[in-house]
């Protein structure tokens, strides 16, 4: 049976940081190369340490064996397939265009996950929307500034 709680932190993780990445590289100047290569390398390695993190506290938990792994594993999973998901739009789209395509997908994306959640809870839809969209708009707007600083430091 397909359950929001199985998918809900590793989803969140992986639309937040991979539309920061892009947005905060792109605002930095880097190209197609660079951006891809980020984006795989959070997508494998932030992803990896991830599901360990989240295997070990399900265990501190007391959860069975069998449970801690399936957690670790479909946060892996979700993670895995939703940071991948970014990277035709980084080789397709015109690279002016990228960090704003990576947005408009990441939000889109946010937005179906966050409904899925509070529809799954009896959650007010629009308010945890609301709510989500703020605190990824606040994380992308810090990728961005930064992504700029950098930008200007090196150039």
């Not at 792109?26 to 290569?37: K, V």
Request: glycine share 6%; hydrophobic share 55%; with cysteine.
């Amino acid at each position: 049976m397909f359950r929001t709680r199985n998918i809900a932190y590793g989803g969140t993780a992986a639309v937040v940081t991979s539309t920061a990445v892009i947005s905060g590289l792109s605002a930095a100047g880097a190209e197609r190369p660079l951006i891809a290569s980020a984006l795989l390398i959070a997508a494998v390695a932030d992803n990896l340490a991830d599901a360990l993190s989240i295997h070990v506290f399900l265990e501190s938990e007391h959860l069975n064996q069998k449970e801690a792994l399936t957690g670790a594993a479909t946060n892996f999973l979700a993670r895995l397939l939703l940071c991948i998901s970014f990277i035709p739009f980084i080789v397709i789209v015109p690279l002016q265009h990228v960090e704003k395509t990576a947005i408009a997908w990441g939000m889109s994306l946010l937005i179906l996950l966050t409904y899925l959640v509070a529809r799954e809870r009896g959650a007010n839809v629009g308010r945890e929307v609301a709510k989500h969209l703020v605190v990824a708009f606040i994380v992308i707007t810090a990728s961005i500034a930064a992504g700029h600083w950098i930008g200007r430091l090196f150039s």
